[in-house]
């Protein structure tokens, strides 16, 4: 195969970032019926699975985890306290630390929430090793950016 002259690489179907962003978009829509009955949207699912892993993680700490930053992710937190999902607090340690934590209610999501991968994988007819592969070899562009 030869390398591709500059006109081949400007095409669009070319791009890696149009690719990505059109997966990443059809990803999500897939996601959204699995995820209404929660009543969650895709963000609010991403804070609960960080939370449901590593409760609890302070504003900074949630945000890190999801590569967001804390002004994104602040919002995302009210929205899901209001809801009784989780709750903020003064951390018993040091109690300039705002810790979230996974309310009773957010916990009896998660036994709901359990079947959202398995969901996600019939619809994409994909089974838990295909995901993995696909999902390890996005690995190189995760945390890739360097400002």
């Known amino acids: 195969m030869s390398e591709p002259t500059d006109d081949e690489l ?6 890696l970032c149009f690719a990505l962003v059109t997966a990443a978009r059809n990803i999500v829509a897939i996601y ?3 995820l209404e009955p929660l009543g969650l949207t895709h963000p609010q699912y991403l804070v609960m699975l ?3 892993e590593s409760a609890p993680l302070s ?3 949630l945000a890190e985890a999801l590569a967001l930053e804390s002004a994104t992710a602040s919002p995302l937190v009210k929205r899901l306290e209001a809801d009784g999902l ?3 607090r003064r951390g018993s340690a040091d ?3 705002l810790e979230i934590d996974v309310t009773n209610e957010g916990w009896a999501l998660r ?5 959202v991968p398995r969901q996600v994988m019939s619809r994409l007819g994909m089974d838990a090793a295909h995901v993995s592969a696909v999902r390890d070899g ?3 562009f995760v945390g890739a950016v360097t400002l």
Request: no cysteine; proline share 7%; net charge positive.
């Open 10 to 15: 400007l095409l669009l179907q070319n791009q």
């Open 59 to 61: 504003l900074g700490e």
């Open 111 to 115: 036994e709901r929430a359990v079947t």
């Open 95 to 97: 109690e300039r630390r």
């Open 86 to 88: 989780v709750v903020r």
């Open 50 to 52: 960080a939370l449901w």
């Open 32 to 34: 959204r019926p699995i």
């Open 138 to 140: 996005l690995a190189p």
